[in-house]
């Protein structure tokens, strides 16, 4: 199994996004490629070419399911591991994301300490889940 390196995140908090570059980029080592919006991440996607996505459920203009969608069109996307982050933490509410055929959700807050750990196990999940 190949270790994570590359994940493009798309949160339009500038405060979040600042925090997940600490979290993912100091803590856990990770490139990462921090947008601030669907618009910006669907110019810099393929350039970038991440191996996890990790995207804002509740954005202006387009949703992170909406921007998943829009993604998934691309034939590099279709087997990239997906993680939404959500404020949103009602069982109900969570399964609902899930129909988005996404590896996990984080629920908002989140701990920037603990969350390379989480990615790294979302990461082995998606892999455990493709066949290696």
């Not at 949703?63 to 087997?79: F, I, K, M, N």
């Amino acid at each position: 199994m190949s270790a994570l390196r590359r994940i493009l995140s798309v949160e339009d908090d500038p405060d979040i996004r600042e925090l997940l570059a600490f979290s993912l980029g100091e803590v856990g080592g990770y490139e990462l490629c921090c947008c601030g919006g669907a618009a910006e991440a669907l110019k810099r996607f393929e350039a970038f070419s991440p191996e996890l996505l990790l995207l804002d459920v509740m954005m202006p203009v387009m949703s992170g399911p909406e921007l998943l969608a829009e993604l998934r069109r691309l034939p590099t996307v279709r087997d990239l591991p997906v993680i939404l982050m959500t404020a949103k933490s009602m069982p109900d509410e969570l399964a609902a994301l899930m129909e988005h055929a996404v590896t996990g959700i984080i629920v908002k807050p989140f701990d920037p300490i603990s969350l390379p750990n989480d990615i790294a196990m979302y990461w082995r999940l998606a892999r455990e889940q493709r066949g290696g």
